[in-house]
């Protein structure tokens, strides 16, 4: 189906949004959470018609060079209205965007910044390469008319791991992996301010559709050695200290565990579906949707990894 088609079927069922009076507003609010520093929270909640996709958290830094933004958001409208809310706490030019990984609540927005450096990771971009029309078309799908007039833009510029100063600002920018092929976290010695990206989530079960679990942990490892006073999570509450990072990486710890040991024991993935979770991890916003989403996304390779080849017996 092609994406004008798409659009027209989007408009179309999303009538009754518009009938019922539902704005086309995100209804943004940055929160200052640091020195310089600014976040804006996304719901606890999957995409849907409602939310517009508006899940996660964008953060920017207004230096004294200009301003640096960390994610789009998810629709073109998302970051108009991001540009917006960002000029009415500054009148300094927006500097550079940075991509934290390939998901498109986090990039889709880039249109509205296209006269600015865009820049990811090189395992980003191409993964963006590979998926961006794909990841696009299935928003338009999972949120409807808030994505209307959305086409992917990709970072223009390849940027490599390292700490660089702006505009009064000691950034490390730290390349990372496992929840996707290559994630960008950024750490602001200035501040103390974590951007964790999607490596880490806060009060919400984590999303998997292109994890590697015994990487993502060994990520939350490397970054636990960080002087973080506050963090800002991909998903969920902003924190201060390390909570949110030590909530991922136990959940991450309990996930991989309880798959590989029911794919060991041979279970198939209906029995794997109805395992229990812990009490600790019960309250995450969005289980159980994501666990079964994360049985569907890593079981099967868990289970070929399990079968033992069979030589046949001496006659």
Request: hydrophobic residues 40%; proline residues 5%.
């Amino acid at each position: 189906m092609t994406r004008p088609v798409l659009v027209l079927l989007v408009i179309l069922s999303c009538g009754l949004f518009f009938t019922r009076g539902y704005a086309d507003d995100y209804q943004l609010k940055p929160r200052k959470i640091a020195q310089d520093t600014y976040v804006l929270e996304g719901v606890d909640e999957d995409f849907s018609f409602l939310n517009g996709g508006n899940i996660l958290n964008i953060g920017f830094i207004v230096t004294s060079q200009g301003v640096l933004v960390i994610d789009t958001g998810p629709s073109l409208l998302y970051g108009e209205q991001l540009r917006k809310v960002i000029g009415e706490v500054t009148s300094n030019k927006i500097l550079r965007v940075y991509n934290t990984h390939l998901h498109p609540d986090h990039f889709l927005g880039n249109q509205a910044f296209a006269q600015v450096p865009i820049v990811a990771l090189a395992g980003t971009i191409t993964g963006m390469r590979q998926q961006a029309d794909m990841f696009t078309d299935n928003m338009y799908r999972l949120v409807g008319h808030w994505m209307v007039g959305t086409n992917p833009l990709l970072p223009a510029e390849q940027i490599n791991p390292g700490t660089v100063e702006i505009g009064g600002h000691r950034l490390s920018l730290i390349e990372l992996q496992g929840h996707t092929q290559a994630d960008l976290v950024i750490f602001d010695h200035t501040t103390g301010v974590l951007f964790a990206g999607d490596l880490v989530f806060h009060n919400r079960a984590p999303t998997t559709p292109h994890a590697d679990l015994k990487k993502w942990i060994e990520s939350l490892d490397k970054l636990e050695g960080l002087a973080i006073k506050t963090l800002v999570p991909g998903h969920g509450a902003v924190a201060d200290g390390t909570g949110p990072l030590l909530q991922t990486r136990s959940y991450l710890l309990w996930l991989d565990s309880t798959l590989r040991e029911q794919a060991n024991s041979g279970k198939d993935m209906v029995e794997v579906l109805k395992v229990k979770i812990p009490s600790e991890f019960a309250t995450l916003a969005v289980l159980p949707n994501e666990y079964y989403r994360s049985v569907s996304h890593l079981y099967g390779k868990l289970e070929r990894q399990a079968l033992q080849p069979v030589t046949p017996l001496d006659r």
